[in-house]
């Protein structure tokens, strides 16, 4: 009860603050708010996720093989009952879920998701799922950033402005990297939306790394020290480093395409398929334990050259050791990765690509350096091509080199390292979007509207519903009617066009005033005139699943100022002019300027 009642005080004190303040104070204020329970929701799945670890570890198999075995399995069949059995089989996670509120749901993301994403992704990856927290940490605290604008009947603008606030704050937990956390928010989140308006995000991320940092320690943290310096003698090793990431992060893109299609075309249901990914993945980890999990233990290994350690524990053991061991050991793992991670993600587990970014950027850092030292190549910077490769993997996955960037600098310290780091990242960004200008990911949903682009006007075209821009003072006249009946229409009504229905409601065609003009006042012209005889086809119909991209396509094409709508069952539902759909489009612009 007290806990309640301290709930209820600070809403009602945060109403009162919203009547005193202005705007952007109580924005600022809303930013510490979010960023603190984002950070907190962070904080919590970090310690659940090791719980559930020493949890495991704790289990005594009489060899290793069985824990790779068992746990991985067990960890996807358990989220997708979980899925199934406590949140009604909706297993929609990922940034695209988000970007797909922020577009077509006003930025509207459900309650649940303020606790589903931590404790599906907890169990996933505690239990050795190959894939990331960070993902279900920034959904987690977008919905809280959300579900607080709605409690305080924010608009729009600034209910979107809070959600990116909720996830940045997420990911500055992850990472105890703030600056990482607002570019997250500006690359991916905000694409395509103008701000003005940014302190809340600043502050939500500080406040997010912020608590993080006081309540986590480094172990559990994506952190590592990095002592290195940029020597301008290595600058190929960059260039061709950030070729490499590029390539390999279209390659990860491309698995994560197919895996995910073969997944959803299985004619299976969910537990068949989580017990099929989950016996893939735990076969995998048996061969390759690195990876088991997030694997940032295994990248801070290699950064500091302790590869006899990640090895040890794998198959590798029993082959005599050799330097090409090294090269096929990390180039399996590199190669594996992003089928490991598609596995987990899209058999039933739940888990975002960030982790898994990472972990292969620093794998394959690894292998360049080692293939290069092979070839005979001195003083080749193997830990510093590690810590590079991390950001140029991410760079070209997720398609936002800033947030690469500064997520390096920021966990590793290593802010000598900015020139190579945004070397690598902008070659590896380039190169992916040479293959594709939006993320693979992200393409379909891009292509039906779902979410924003970088074109701020189709934006805000996609922000219309279609349904609203109806007109609701439709006349229709039957095509069986009189001409008397249409001219007593024309007499009462008040619009220049009429829609012509049949007895199902079907539209037959349309009739404007200039289409009547011959007739009106010539009483022989109409004697005997059936609406059959002048009634003509609309230069094209509006679907009623069209978004008002289409729409305006369909306007410009024609050359018309009205257009018939057809609804869901091909019934005539009314008439959309292009005057109400410019003028919505102005009031949307003056919202967001």
Known sequence: ????????????????????????????????FVGLSAGLAGVALKMLVGFIHHAITQVQFEGQLLFYLVF???????????????????????????????????????HVKMYSQILQSAVTVGFGGSAGLESPVAVTGAAIGSNYSQTYKLDYKDRTLLLAAGATAGIAASFNAPIAGVMFAFEILLTGVVFTDFIPLVVAAVCGSLLSK???????????????????????????????????????????????????TLKVGKIRKAILGGAILSVLCVLLPPLFGEGYQTIKMLSAGRIDEVIRNSLFRYIPYQSWMVVVFAGLVCLLKAFATSVTIHSGGNG????????????????????????GFADVPVATLVIVGMAGVISGVLYAPLTAIFLIAESSAGYDLFIPLMIVSVISYLVTISFSA???????????????????????????????????????????????????????????????????????????????????FDHEAHRGLAIRNI????????????????????????????????????????FISKSTVLNQYRHLLKGWQ
């Not at 988000?98 to 006003?106: D, V, W, Y």
Request: net charge negative; hydrophobic share 45%.
């Open 352 to 375: 975002g690509n960030f982790a898994p970014s990472l972990f292969a950027g620093g794998t394959l850092g690894f292998f360049f350096a080692t293939v290069c030292m092979q070839l």
């Open 214 to 264: 006081m309540i986590l320690n480094e172990q559990v943290l994506f952190s590592f020290r990095s002592p290195l310096e940029f020597n301008s003698a290595d600058l190929l090793y960059f260039v061709f480093l950030g070729l490499a990431c590029g390539l390999y992060a279209r390659y990860f893109l491309a698995v994560t395409h197919f895996v995910e299609k073969t997944f959803k």
């Open 438 to 520: 939006v993320s693979p990911d992200l393409k379909d949903l891009a292509e039906q509207g779902k979410i924003f682009t970088r074109e701020h006007d189709k934006n805000l075209l996609l922000l219309l519903d279609t349904k609203q821009l109806i007109d609701q003072d439709t006349q229709t006249i039957d095509v069986d009617a009189s001409f008397d009946d249409l001219l007593e229409l024309v007499k009462n009504g008040r619009r220049n066009i009429i829609g012509v229905i049949n007895r199902q409601k079907k539209l037959e065609g349309i009739i404007t005033l200039d289409d009547l003009r011959p007739y009106m």
């Open 72 to 110: 991985p399995f067990a960890g996807i069949v358990l989220t997708t009952v979980m899925v199934m059995v406590f949140f009604a089989g909706q297993d929609r996670k990922g940034i695209p879920a988000i970007l797909f509120e922020i577009a077509r749901n006003s930025s509207i993301v459900s």
């Open 1 to 32: 009860m007290y806990g309640i009642s301290t709930v209820r005080s600070y809403e009602i004190l945060l109403h009162w603050l919203k009547s005193r303040l202005t705007r952007n104070q109580f924005l600022i204020i809303s930013g510490i």
């Open 535 to 574: 009634v003509k086809a609309p230069p094209t119909v509006i679907k009623a699943d069209d978004n008002v991209v289409q729409i305006v396509k369909k306007f410009d094409e024609s050359n018309s100022w009205n257009l018939p709508v057809i609804d869901f069952q091909e019934e005539f539902a009314g």
